[in-house]
């Protein structure tokens, strides 16, 4: 069994308790798998059977919804999960190479995780940011106008820690909208 943090565990417990007690508590179950997945990352085998138990849900149901929604992961993740918009605007512009640059860099396939705990690789429908295509998303970040050459040195950036935000301002041009930034060559800005 795997060891997990007590504090964790009871900081979990305590809101299972308090969701057990709101009227048609079992339709708060996404919502506990939301905090399960906030505090571990993923969503343990051990930690769905405590909510099962918590609050009264058959196991098989919690299994359910955890594999029905996209969002839950049920193996750990990386430090950086990793996007790749495979829409038509950004298939058409390149998302296939990019993804195949990033399979090759990392070494693993879509859906899984470098050994070293860094990397998740997904695939993504469409991140609504067409106009700016090929994309990718990292975290919460969407990066735009890719080549390969450029997935790699993002790669690289991420791979080192502690670098500061103002390495990544020589390589791209950030614009923040909303919760989305986005990286667009200097030179299309004319810069």
Known sequence: ?????QQKIETLK??????SKQEHSDSHLISVLHKVQGLFGYLP????????????????????????????????????VISVCLG???YVKGAGDLLETLTKELGIGLG???????????????????????????DDKIYGELDSKKVVALINFLSFEGESH??????????????TISCI??????R
Not at 1 to 5: A, G, L, N
Not at 14 to 19: G, H, T
Not at 118 to 138: D, S
């Open 166 to 179: 103002n390495f990544m301002a020589k390589f791209f041009k950030i614009v923040e909208t909303n919760r």
């Open 112 to 138: 899984q995780t470098t050994p070293d705990m860094m990397f998740t690789l997904h695939e993504a429908r469409c991140l609504g940011a067409c106009g700016i295509a090929p994309v990718i998303m990292i």
């Open 14 to 19: 305590q809101y299972i308790a308090e969701m």
């Open 185 to 190: 060559k200097l030179s299309r800005l004319g």
């Open 1 to 5: 069994m795997t060891q997990f943090d």
């Open 45 to 80: 085998k051990e930690m769905m059977d405590m909510v099962a138990e918590g609050m009264q849900i058959p196991t098989a149901h919690i299994w359910g919804v955890a594999t029905f929604y996209h969002y839950f992961n049920l193996n750990p993740i990386g430090k950086h």
């Open 88 to 90: 038509t605007a950004c």
